[in-house]
């Protein structure tokens, strides 16, 4: 099957006005990327060749976040929503090709995976014409049979059309199936609309090739990989799936999950063995993590590497473009960003670190900050190897702290410092004695002052 090509026409019209949005239904996210984008790297993995997206509502916007996740993908408008065949053939272009399979996919199935697809795909290596893919879900109610006779599927009926007993079939229609290319114009420009929607049904072809001696069959797949989201509620059931999916796999690769329910992944996520994550933890696109890290509860990370034997959190933030390198240390309420943290540099309290570079073994005090923005423009500060900054102290960028460099506690520094100095940029402290009590006595007076006028 490797050396069959392979069309995904990927239906993404639908405007999806139960999801009460603006945005078009399948550029709704799950783990972070768009429902649709989940289909289109199911397909990639089942080895299709050429992709078509088949759109509708927001055109220039789901073009556009096409750009991003199938930037190869062609794009087929489907002007009028006149059924599944009818959105299908918006592709006749791509389709009159030549692949030796199409897949028909649906945009709002996100949970679908690349075996599922495989195994249809598979039907057709072995002569079929038509491979439908079912499931059996909890009650059939609602759903379209698959009526079988004989090993070869002859028809998918829709409940209100179906039988008695077809109605106790548990096996029921995905929606998706594989058509081989060579048939599949042909059956398509086949499909009727006599219909009471007058509408042109894609899985009328089922029937048609039947009655032209074509081989139908059915493969099955998880009732999960069938769902179809509709709404936000099922949008949400979705990506509990997925994150349940996603914990396991991590679990199973060495991952220790403290809570498992309470970690939160992104579509991209890598994660080495031996990493620990404490409970809520949140990882957003663009996370790389290596193995013997350690996540303390409640951080929140996105955009951010993190090497070997690094500890992070508690209550941690590491922004887009955080580089943690080996057993680098950032703790609990700090922020990182746009910024590299380089082997043993520790930022243990309360330190926003951003637009920087932490030098090795670098100390930065709690309540540190790098003042990187003046309202238009971001500086960068470069802390060097071995540095010691105090806490309380303000780094104004552009500034470069030179290695084995010492900021003195409270500090505000506003030029660069020389390896092996000491900075002090606070004003001198003076001492008054007795003045402490004066003024106590003098506020005193004043409030009772205050309180007997109200009287």
């Not at 993404?12 to 996210?29: F, Q």
């Not at 493969?219 to 999960?224: D, V």
């Not at 390198?325 to 943290?341: L, P, S």
């Not at 290695?403 to 008054?432: H, M, N, W």
Request: proline share 3%; with cysteine; aromatic share 6%.
């Amino acid at each position: 099957m490797s050396q069959r090509s392979c069309l995904s026409v990927i239906l993404a019209a639908g405007e999806g006005t139960r999801m009460k949005s603006a945005m078009p239904k399948v550029l709704h996210a799950i783990a972070g990327l768009p429902m649709v984008a989940h289909v289109v790297k199911a397909a990639e993995a089942a080895g299709a060749t050429g992709l078509a997206l088949v759109i509708g509502h927001g055109t220039e916007e789901m073009r556009k976040a096409a750009q991003k996740f199938a930037p190869k993908a062609q794009t087929f408008v489907q002007e009028k929503r006149l059924g599944t065949a009818h959105a299908v053939l918006a592709a006749r272009q791509a389709i009159s090709k030549g692949y030796d399979d199409v897949l028909v996919m649906f945009g709002d199935t996100p949970l679908i995976d690349a075996q599922a697809l495989a195994s249809a795909r598979q039907k057709l290596a072995e002569g079929a014409a038509v491979a439908v893919i079912g499931f059996r879900p909890p009650s059939p109610v609602g759903y379209g049979r698959l009526i079988e006779k004989d090993g070869r599927l002859v028809a998918i009926r829709e409940e209100k059309d179906c039988s008695e007993d077809e109605k106790k079939i548990g096996f029921c229609n995905a929606g998706m199936m594989a058509v081989a290319g060579k048939h599949a114009l042909q059956l398509l420009d086949k499909v009727g609309n006599k219909n009471a929607k007058g509408e042109f049904y894609l899985t009328d072809i089922v029937e048609i090739a039947d009655a032209e001696g074509l081989d139908v069959v059915a493969t099955e797949a998880s009732f999960e990989n069938a769902l179809g989201i509709n709404n936000r509620a099922e949008l949400a059931e979705a990506e509990a799936i997925w994150q349940t999916r996603r914990r396991r796999e991590a679990m199973l690769a060495g991952v220790t999950l403290i809570a498992p329910e309470t970690v939160y992944f992104s579509h991209d996520t890598e994660i080495g063995a031996d990493t620990v994550v404490e409970p809520n933890v949140w990882f957003g696109p663009g996370v790389r993590i290596a193995a013997g890290a350690k996540i303390h509860a409640f951080s929140h990370i996105e955009g951010a590497t993190i090497a070997s034997n690094c500890d992070v959190g508690p209550f941690a933030r590491l922004r887009p473009g955080a580089d943690l390198k080996q057993k680098a240390k950032v703790g609990n309420f700090c922020e990182v960003k746009q910024a590299t943290i380089e082997e043993g540099a520790k930022v243990n309290h309360l330190t926003y670190i951003g637009d920087a570079r932490v030098g090795a073994g670098a100390n930065i005090g709690a309540g540190t900050i790098t003042c990187n923005y003046d309202g238009y423009s971001k500086f960068f500060t470069d802390i060097g190897e071995g540095v010691f900054v105090g806490s309380n102290s303000s780094l104004v960028a552009p500034v470069t702290i030179g290695k084995g460099g010492y900021i003195a506690s409270g500090s505000v520094i506003t030029e660069s410092v020389p390896d092996d100095a000491l900075a002090f940029g606070r004003a001198r402290q003076k001492t008054i004695p007795g003045k402490g009590k004066e003024l106590r006595e003098r506020f005193a007076s004043a409030a009772a002052a205050r309180k007997k006028a109200a009287e």
